[in-house]
Antibody, heavy 120, light 114 residues
Framework: QVQLQESGPGLVKPSQTLSLTCTVS??????????WSWIRQPAGKGLEWIGR???????NYNPSLKSRVTISVDTSKNQFSLKLSSVTAADTAVYYC????????????WGRGTLVTVSS | DIVMTQSPDSLAVSLGERATINCKSS????????????LAWYQQKPGQPPKLLIY???TRESGVPDRFSGSGSGTDFTLTISSLQAEDVAVYYC??????????FGPGTKVDIK
């Protein structure tokens, strides 16, 4: 079955760029009418949707983060990626990649998540 | 953005008893052209990612036990666990996908055993 796995540095310095990759296994990232999303969760807090990408390259971002976020896709590697620039301690969170059903916008498949800490 | 609120913040229910979680959206998430409510429910256990339970407000995801049910329309929704089991201890979130971007989630409701 399709699985998602996040990867990337667990520690990022303030003002630098956070970079994460989500690898899709067990199926093609291009099959089906899915969007591929990034969602984050600070420790002990709720969920915040960051943005999503379609395999055509079309993106949507959360307006609250739009100026700092870039999501890209590499269909040849079955991966999509997140870049978040100018990070601060407030960006410390568990970052999840997730599959957006596309037909609606609910998330039917999630990665296990990766903790990113912003600290000098 | 559509703001989602949930009540209560937490609740403790005896094993085998009913648990009810409420979710309210700041504007209707009912799309009149297809009569669908763009509302989902998730379960998150400690150290795990959220798991989709319900979408379209009342459609159970494949493999989800039938003790979980969703109801409501417009701006007011309910997730009911008809007979609480020990493995249901978790935080439950509602999410609207009517008006995106952004998708928005409720703050969560923690369910414990009394």
């Amino acid at each position: 079955q399709v699985q998602l796995q996040e990867s990337g540095p667990g520690l990022v310095k303030p003002s630098q760029t956070l970079s994460l990759t989500c690898t899709v296994s067990g199926g093609s990232i291009s099959s089906g009418s899915y969007y591929w999303s990034w969602i984050r969760q600070p420790a002990g807090k709720g969920l915040e949707w960051i943005g999503r990408i379609y395999t055509s390259g079309s993106t949507n971002y959360n307006p609250s983060l739009k100026s700092r976020v870039t999501i890209s896709v590499d269909t040849s590697k079955n991966q999509f990626s997140l870049k978040l620039s100018s990070v601060t301690a407030a960006d410390t969170a568990v970052y999840y990649c997730a599959r957006d059903s596309g037909v609606g916008g609910y998330f039917d498949l999630w990665g296990r998540g990766t903790l990113v800490t912003v600290s000098s | 953005d559509i703001v989602m609120t949930q009540s209560p913040d937490s609740l403790a229910v005896s094993l085998g008893e009913r648990a009810t979680i409420n979710c309210k959206s700041s504007q209707s998430v009912l799309y009149s052209s297809n009569n669908k409510n763009y509302l989902a429910w998730y379960q998150q256990k400690p150290g795990q990612p959220p798991k989709l339970l319900i979408y379209w407000a009342s459609t159970r995801e494949s493999g989800v036990p039938d003790r979980f049910s969703g109801s409501g329309s417009g701006t007011d929704f309910t997730l009911t666990i008809s007979s609480l089991q020990a493995e249901d201890v978790a935080v439950y979130y509602c999410q609207q996908y009517y008006s995106t971007p952004p998708n928005t989630f409720g703050p969560g409701t923690k369910v414990d055993i009394k």
